[in-house]
């Protein structure tokens, strides 16, 4: 399929530009590629999702130039080429956008897989479950929480819980599951089965606090393919969807989401060899991935769970490696929010009990 005038204008970036710039025209056309075009529209290569994710994973951050993340050996075709034709490239190229350059390589069209062009205009409908882990006390929220189970805490004037399940909602999932302990039945009273929101919510009732990860074992039946899972109180924009299919394109057993982690040295760091002092630096930036808390998971990684026992992330995360199964990091650029302060409530609406 090849893009109208408006949306091949809107895959044009800059060879100028920093990953930020390329990230959010990324999230504004939808088509999972960019262009990247000089002064004279020039065709210098193209970046993908992936290149930034890749390139976030090398310690880059949304201020770099995108010099070094730039594919420049991108497949083309000449002005004209048949429909037929372009989709023999992309299968054997294994490629899904062909930009279409002229003789004088100035961009002039672009040809989309028809999936690529399909998810543009709707979202695919998916049957993988999406696990929300809403069971915590939430004590870091108190008094906001004190009668009120965290995730039914307002933000912009909806419980965090709904805005979840309607973000995953725009990327086709409708199968949710909720693991609840503290004041939980307020939580079932509020969503039901799901049926206000036009999805289907079950729930995995926690009898006791089984940790970040231990309320997978309450399954039954299990579920027969990978699924989403993320903290009650994690807003973010993340695509639930491309992180799943990231999954099983990597043929992982667990999915982590991972931001990279800023952190400024107060003070001029002194660089000694014994007593000989070879250099300084500045007030350094110190730059670490965290774990964003939004997984996807095989049915496979179950089997590490014994029935209602405690477990942790990192403890279930550590069990795969050390039984040599695949564990993989995605990184993620989206905005995020881990809600565990009544600051970070105000930094999006006024704060509301139910």
């Not at 009732?205 to 074992?217: K, M």
């Not at 993340?238 to 099983?248: K, N, S, V």
């Not at 302060?341 to 704060?351: A, H, M």
């Amino acid at each position: 399929m090849l893009v109208n005038d408006k949306i091949l204008r809107q895959a044009l970036v800059s060879v100028n530009s920093t990953i930020k710039d390329v990230i959010k025209n990324l999230d504004q056309v939808g088509i999972k590629i960019v262009l990247i075009v000089n002064e004279k529209n020039e065709l210098q290569g193209t970046v993908s999702d992936g290149d930034v994710r890749r390139g976030l994973l090398k310690h880059l951050d949304l201020n770099s130039h995108i010099e070094t993340i730039i594919q420049r050996d991108a497949i083309v075709a000449p002005p004209g080429l048949g429909h037929k034709m372009v989709s023999q490239l992309m299968a054997t190229n294994q490629v899904l956008q062909i930009p279409v350059v002229d003789e004088h390589s100035h961009v002039v069209g672009l040809h989309l897989a028809d999936i690529i062009w399909d998810e543009v205009n709707i979202s695919p409908s998916r049957s993988n479950l999406m696990v929300i882990m809403a069971g915590g006390k939430g004590t870091r929220l108190l008094p906001y929480t004190k009668k009120t189970p965290k995730p039914l805490v307002k933000m912009a004037g909806k419980p965090m819980l709904e805005h979840i399940i309607e973000q995953a909602k725009l990327e086709g999932f409708v199968n949710f599951v909720i693991s609840i302990f503290h004041l939980g039945d307020m939580i079932e009273d509020y969503f039901g089965n799901g049926d206000s929101l036009d999805v289907k919510i079950d729930y995995l009732r926690e009898q006791s606090p089984l940790g970040t990860a231990g309320a997978l074992s309450l399954f039954n039946p299990p579920p027969n393919a990978p699924f989403v899972m993320t903290n009650g109180d994690v807003m973010t924009d993340i695509r639930y969807g491309e992180m799943l299919d990231f999954h099983i394109r990597n043929e992982a057993a667990a999915t982590m989401a991972v931001r990279v982690y800023e952190q400024q040295n107060p003070f001029g760091v002194v660089q000694i060899e014994g007593i000989e002092i070879v250099g300084f630096e500045e007030k350094p930036l110190a730059r670490s991935h965290i774990n964003a808390g939004v997984y996807a998971f095989s049915p496979e990684v179950l089997g590490e769970l014994a029935g209602a026992t405690h477990c942790d992330i990192p403890d279930l995360f550590e069990k795969l490696q050390a039984k040599a199964k695949r564990i993989v990091a995605y990184p993620m650029h989206e905005p995020w929010l881990d809600v565990g302060r009544p600051d970070d409530l105000n930094l999006n609406s006024e704060v509301t009990e139910d």
